[in-house]
């Protein structure tokens, strides 16, 4: 299964912006599709944002995050990215980031949804 490290969570303010980013060193990284997953304390984890494989023609938006997050894919640095504006408290979580099994118009799944890189955490807090 592809390996990716996740990084860019931060603490910011409700309203301000953050850049998760998540990369591999493995060159088969274009052949899946990708997906940002979080888990708030106390709640199940869910789909955030999901892009397709290769040119990432097909994304996915959970309801809570349309209009304010954007999911990005770059093929020639093995990187995806989720850029997120307009930050609110509930979106406080850790931030994972997966290869996936399905991507469709109302959801995504992670393909191994047993294993999980180490995430990077946002906390949106005055």
């Known amino acids: 299964q592809l390996q990716l490290v996740e990084s860019g969570g931060d603490l910011v303010q409700p309203g301000g912006s953050l850049r998760l980013t998540c990369t591999t060193p493995?060159?088969?990284?274009?052949?899946?599709?990708l997906g940002w997953f979080r888990q708030a304390p106390g709640k199940e984890r869910e789909g955030v944002s999901c892009?397709?494989?290769?040119?990432?023609?097909?994304?996915y938006y959970a309801d809570s995050v349309k209009g304010r997050f954007r999911i990005y894919r770059d093929n020639t640095k093995n990187s995806a990215s989720l850029e997120m504006d307009s930050l609110k408290p509930e979106d406080t979580a850790m931030y994972y980031c997966?290869?996936?099994?399905?991507?469709?118009?109302?959801?995504?799944?992670?393909?191994?949804?047993?294993?999980w890189g180490p995430g990077t955490q946002v906390t949106v807090s005055t």
């Open positions: 493995e060159f088969k990284f274009r052949y899946y599709g």
């Open positions: 892009v397709s494989r290769n040119d990432g023609i097909l994304r």
């Open positions: 997966a290869p996936l099994r399905y991507i469709g118009e109302t959801r995504c799944e992670a393909l191994d949804p047993d294993s």
